[in-house]
């Protein structure tokens, strides 16, 4: 009955679904888990492979760790969408350790990574479908870095974020991006994705009616 | 006859070159030109889609840049390697910006993006060779960031060197990878990879005899 659900789920994630022959589409059901994570379980650790997991509901955090525990978080993966990078057999060109957690209870489907690495082996499409979902990942990793790297800008918004909060007395901060990046010389689109990046980890939560700051203590400490 | 000296090359260098058809392999020397590139030349820049670049002979370095010029070099392309990811009509899924210098006179092929994705688009197994090339370099990307990020192995690793031909009033440092991991409390892998980045900036020299600073200047200023 599992594999059914299976399959009607692959169907709709997976665009090679139809073309794969019934046996391989069979295969990969067979080798399907549906698992639920506790919130704050770690679901993948470094370098082994923890095959490819979609995620039903619930909410993935994926993050690289120094050796000295601190973390950076890369991206999330939310209901509806999957993480591939923990299927290190399947992407062997990937040799840099991530780590994933779920952040919620999260419902997940599991496919073992070296049975799907075993179809992909046989249809080109998974593979370019599995490299091509790495590479636009990728991306918005490469964004964050250079955000990071370059104009310490996750540094220079919390800092004026706290200021303003102090200045003004209130938790709530009405202006608008446009405003805010012209304070920090910056551009309006990269507030906004530097935002959504904050609101992602909980630190504020932005809405019409401006930008709320919910956790104070990790804004200043990502000001200093 | 610059056709025949391109189709030799190709057949060396891409894997799916005997598995496409006749017209595909000459509608790809068609759409080639050498180039030489002087030393110092910026060939690609950001979005544009410069082509797939074969590198005959000379280096190119691959880096991103902040707004303010502060650059990051991410790795170099050496003779009988090829670039990818200046290719951005090719890997549509890659959408932050690197740039591409020549780094010394360079002898290059180039084909162009669009004629080599309209190949590509026809044999999955140039996509998939395209999108592994791509992954395999994020890889070295990563690994480059999360030393520079985390740990400031490149200012940990500059400041103790400088210090070391200070105190000894020597440009070369004669101590093993392992005795240099254990003063800045890394791993000697480490050290030597890093010890690697540097001599590929030209910023010290590593033989047999040690470890020989090229430029002081260079060093002193990542210890900052």
Redesign the interface.
Known sequence: MTQILFAQVYKEMFPFWEEITESDRNYICENSVALTYPKATNIHNGTECSGVILVRSGCLRLY?M???G?E?TLYRIHAGDMCMLSASCV?K????DVFVDAEENSECYVINGQAFSNVADRN??I??FT??T???R??D???I??Q????SMDKRLAMFLSDEIARTGSETINLTHEQIAKYIASAREVVSRMLKYFANEGIVEVSRKGIKVLDKKRLYNLSL
Chains 1, 2 share one sequence.
């Not at 060109?93 to 840099?96: A, D, E, G, L, M």
């Not at 990071?148 to 104009?151: N, Y």
């Open positions: 690289i120094s050796d000295q601190k950076i992407l060109s990937v040799t840099f080109p499409n593979k370019i490299l091509e790495a590479v636009s990728f991306s990793v490469m964004w870095m250079q990071i790297l370059f104009m």
